[in-house]
């Protein structure tokens, strides 16, 4: 099979996708659909010598051909990875003499492009990154590849992550449309992971989240996302929005593909300060929290401070107390409003805290060897952005006194953070609470350029904040059964192992993803 050549178009820094054609793993004589498979049926399928990784690529590009910038134009992709090919026959050939190379052998995933990815271009959105080509990975993109994992595209985000409600940039013409309705937004900033996981243009993604954007995007494409405990896994080489809440990590179509990478890039790195204690407060192995059960016995609190506004959707209400309903009929406790009196006083904060301009300046200081822009004035002067971000940009622009010389920035650092961990966790304490629960957002996507109805984004507060775990999973749809809805697990510090175990437990009793109609099997790709 020849490999595809990727074109870079100059002016606009995406690449020019080739049309569709026959399917590569027909022609193989293999029958095998990579619509909503999984990893362990990928490994399967693998050991049985009925696919192999060449192949495994090749159906997912002929996918991105057929769907990324064809058909539905899902409009999710920045740049393909040249190489996948290439690194897939090494695989197979080290397939042929030892077997699995690792937990993600031949994973093709899809990383948002404000990852580091050495040899590929890097761009946090921005035009003004257009051709940057990092000499070396991201912490987590280089665990993901020495466990046998496959970066095969990188994807489109929110320029420079600043916005959680739409995946728009200037690096990709357009918006990344959602692929359970091509008229609504992804949510952001990690949108283009989400849609082209979501529509099986890639196994696994990652994206990062510093207010809400792994769990956003998952939440409005029925995916699961894993935010960890601040200091659980490392940012390095990651293209920073604020170094207080970023956190990177997996987004998956199913719980045990999610648990997979995270166990992969959870753990300590010397590149990431964050990170010192997290080799002692990991758990040995996630995986081992994939077990049915765990909601048996488990006492889960409905934090409805999170969600009840005067523009909550009723709709996202309703498919919320049916998911409680499928939580008590698995055999949890269930109680049904938890609070915590002091949250207004906590949560207020004494001064302003600015601090995107120093992050991002600093990490260009310290690595970004070749990087055509190194700090906000460089960016604004080329004029290379999307208008939607100069406000923003220029407001940082005018930032002259560093975070650590920002009151404001000292009191959520060493006062609000600690206090408000302390209270949620005193909370769950006094409740023998195994998680709490809410919906990741109060309201429907919006329709693309719509941003004046109501976001409900409920992402923004308990888990930046406090720095504890949360997760979102697929919870039902909206919408006359068509617009996905997402469920948060928030739990304690270092407790990701409590949250995979209830999440396992409930995608396995619920079952709420389905793939979306916009982005169906391709011919010829058909499991046995």
């Known amino acids: 099979m020849r490999t595809r050549r990727l074109a870079v178009a100059a002016a606009s820094a995406f690449v020019s996708l080739p049309a569709p054609r026959s399917i590569a793993v027909a022609q193989a004589g293999a029958h095998f659909e990579v619509a909503e498979t999984t990893i362990a049926q990928v490994h399967a399928a693998f050991q049985a010598r009925q696919l192999t990784c060449r192949e495994l690529v090749q ?217 010192a204690s997290a080799d002692s407060r990991r758990a040995r192995d996630y995986n081992a929290f994939l077990k049915p059960g765990a909601l048996r016995g488990a006492r889960i609190g409905v934090l409805r401070q999170a969600y009840e506004t005067a523009t909550t959707d009723t709709e996202v ?47 260009f200081a310290a690595r970004g060897e070749g990087a055509p822009v190194k700090t906000v004035d460089e960016v604004l002067r080329s004029g290379r952005f999307h208008p939607t971000v100069q406000g923003r940009l220029q407001a940082a622009q005018r930032d002259t006194v560093p975070p650590e010389r920002q009151p404001g920035c000292a009191y959520r650092d060493q006062v609000t953070r600690p206090q408000f961990r302390a209270a949620i966790t005193a909370l769950m304490d006094s409740l023998k609470l195994d998680a709490l629960v809410y919906p990741t957002w109060s309201n429907p996507p919006r329709l693309i350029g719509d941003l004046n109805t109501p976001h409900g984004d409920n992402s923004q507060l308990f888990s930046p904040l406090s720095g504890l775990p949360a997760m979102t999973i697929p919870m039902g749809y909206t919408r006359s059964n068509t617009l996905p809805a997402g469920m948060t697990f928030l739990g304690r510090a270092w407790d990701e192992g409590r949250l995979i175990a209830l999440s396992y437990d409930y995608e396995r009793v619920a079952r709420h993803r389905k793939p979306p109609s916009a982005t169906p099997p391709l011919p010829g790709q058909v499991r046995d």
């Open 59 to 275: 159906a997912y590009l002929d996918r991105i051909a057929a769907y990324d910038r064809r058909g539905p134009a899902i409009n999710s992709l920045v740049t393909l990875n040249p190489d996948a090919l290439a690194i897939a026959d090494s695989l197979d050939r080290r397939f042929g003499r030892e077997g699995l190379t690792g937990p993600l052998h031949c994973v093709p995933m899809i990383v948002k492009d404000n990852f580091e990815t050495a040899g590929m271009q890097t761009t946090a959105g921005s035009l003004s990154l257009a051709g940057w080509m990092p000499r070396r990975d991201a912490t987590m993109v280089a665990r993901i590849k020495a466990s046998g994992a496959i970066v095969l595209a990188k994807s489109n985000l929110a320029e420079w992550a600043f916005t959680p409600y739409e995946t728009v940039s200037s690096i990709l013409p357009g918006y990344t449309r959602n692929p359970y309705d091509l008229a609504r937004v992804t949510a952001g900033s990690s949108g283009g992971t989400a849609a082209a996981i979501a529509a099986s243009l890639g196994l696994v993604g990652l994206g990062t989240d510093t207010g809400n954007s792994i769990r956003g995007p998952s939440a409005h494409q029925a995916l699961f996302g894993i935010r960890s405990t601040m200091g659980l896994t490392s940012r390095a080489g990651v293209v920073p929005l604020s170094n207080f809440a970023d956190i990177a990590g997996p987004m998956a179509r199913s719980v045990a593909d999610a648990v997979k990478v995270f166990d992969v890039v959870a753990g300590s790195d010397s590149a990431d300060s964050v990170t």
């Open 317 to 363: 209400v309703r498919v919320f107390e049916s998911a409680l309903g499928e939580l008590r009929t698995a055999g949890a406790t269930v109680l049904d409003t938890v609070g915590l009196d002091s949250l207004r006083a906590i949560t207020r904060g004494k001064g302003s805290c600015s601090t995107f301009k120093y992050d991002v300046e600093r990490y």
